[in-house]
């Protein structure tokens, strides 16, 4: 779709790790790719502009994420939470989005075309939206550019889940148990991980 804003990734790679006990997006996966790298490659796969936002202090992080083809923005208060890192890379992509698809950077299963979807659903008029696996809620969850001014204003470790409570979220079916797999804590990993 030439000339329109596109659909912007945001990989949230902020986070401190603190349930499992070291870095967990540095840890390899069985083909040998950080998880935070598996993710980032899944959601640039689907969007051609995805950004990661990380924590200033894990350069290893942002080299792989570069790698990967994201542009990197840095969070310099990301210990205040997620919401804060999601503000800050919503705020780094400015008025050019028709919407955000926001993934995590703990999920590096789900598969390019779930996370097209979910872009694709933006684009067509959804205002929030989600796959959903086995009845359950997945990520990455895209967002109507008309959120863009109260994403930019979160702070904390709230996210987004206060506009999701008040407006909900359109789900639909998916055959992609990925959006259902993060990785806390050591056992999460698959055992070829």
């Known amino acids: 779709m030439q000339g329109e804003p596109p659909i912007v990734g945001i990989l949230l790679a902020a986070g401190y ?3 499992f006990g070291a870095n967990k997006l540095l840890h ?3 083909g040998g790719l950080l998880v935070a790298a598996s993710a ?4 640039r796969a689907a969007l051609p502009r995805a950004i990661a936002v990380v924590r200033p202090d894990v350069p290893d992080v942002e080299a792989a994420l570069r790698t990967e083809g994201l542009e990197v923005v840095v969070c310099a208060n990301a210990r205040s939470g997620m ?3 999601l503000a800050h890379a919503v705020q ?5 989005a028709a919407g955000y698809v926001i993934a995590l ?3 590096p299963f789900i598969m390019p075309d779930t996370i097209r979807a979910v872009a694709e659903r933006v684009r067509n008029g959804e205002a929030v939206v989600a796959p959903r696996y086995a009845g359950e809620r997945g990520h990455p969850v895209g967002f109507a550019a008309r959120y863009r001014a109260e ?7 709230q996210g987004a889940r206060d506009i999701i409570r008040r407006d909900g979220v359109a789900m639909f079916n998916v055959s992609d148990p990925g959006v259902i797999q993060d990785i806390d804590v050591p056992s999460d990993l698959p055992r070829s991980a």
């Open 17 to 19: 790790s603190t349930r």
């Open 28 to 30: 390899r996966l069985s």
């Open 40 to 43: 980032g490659r899944n959601l």
């Open 83 to 85: 919401g804060t890192s």
């Open 92 to 96: 780094s992509v400015g008025e050019a």
């Open 105 to 107: 950077a703990d999920m």
């Open 151 to 157: 994403l930019a204003a979160l702070t904390g470790d």
